[in-house]
């Protein structure tokens, strides 16, 4: 597994070092670097302000909850995630050691590989959160698919259907509707 890393804060971090290099124009002098752009030494560069847009969260699993379509703006970084809710921290740990999963964008596999995770304890239970790295889409529209394979019959400890047995999951694979993101 790997380490909890918080994409909040690296997104909010990336966005500082951009603004911070946008910010930190200086009057051009006689360097080489000068020379290289052909500014004459007392003109300074043009400042641009970064315009640098935090991640928006999308579960893998809209389509599944009726959140689909999404839309986004174009340059707009979005954050795919997906998450386990359990009764018990054995449970929770009974999933993870039990599921695997795949995803896609528009038919080309994802690396899963790269999804952070975080080990949730709420007043909900016992979470674990899934996230891919921030990214961004060309315009149009796209479809994530998100497929969870569960190697042997687990349960969440909870009872939904209220038939006082603890609700059971897999053996097997399940590919959940599409996700459809619109990026304008």
């Known amino acids: 597994m790997k380490p909890r890393i918080n994409y909040r804060i690296r997104a909010i971090f990336s966005l500082l070092l951009i603004m911070a290099s946008a910010a930190c124009s200086s009057e051009i002098s006689s360097t080489p670097l000068a020379q290289a752009t052909g500014l004459p030494a007392t003109q300074t560069p043009v400042q641009t302000q970064a315009t640098a847009k935090l991640p928006v969260d999308i579960t893998a699993l809209c389509g599944f909850f009726g959140l ?9 970084p979005i954050v795919l995630f997906w998450r386990w809710q359990a009764t018990t921290e054995a449970y929770r740990q009974d999933y993870i050691n039990t599921v695997s999963f795949s995803l896609s964008l528009d038919g080309q596999s994802l690396d899963v590989s790269q ?21 961004t889409l060309p ?36 590919t959940y509707p599409s996700c459809t993101i619109v990026v304008k």
Not at 68 to 76: A, G, L, R, Y
């Open 68 to 76: 689909s379509p999404k839309t986004v703006e174009v340059d707009q």
């Open 115 to 135: 999804a952070g995770v975080e080990l949730i304890n709420d007043a909900k239970g016992f979470g674990a959160l899934w996230h891919m790295p921030a990214a």
């Open 139 to 174: 315009v149009g529209t796209h479809q994530v698919v998100y497929t969870e394979v569960l190697s042997r019959q687990i349960t969440d400890g909870s009872d939904s259907n209220k038939d006082g047995q603890p609700d059971t999951y897999g053996p097997g694979t399940t």
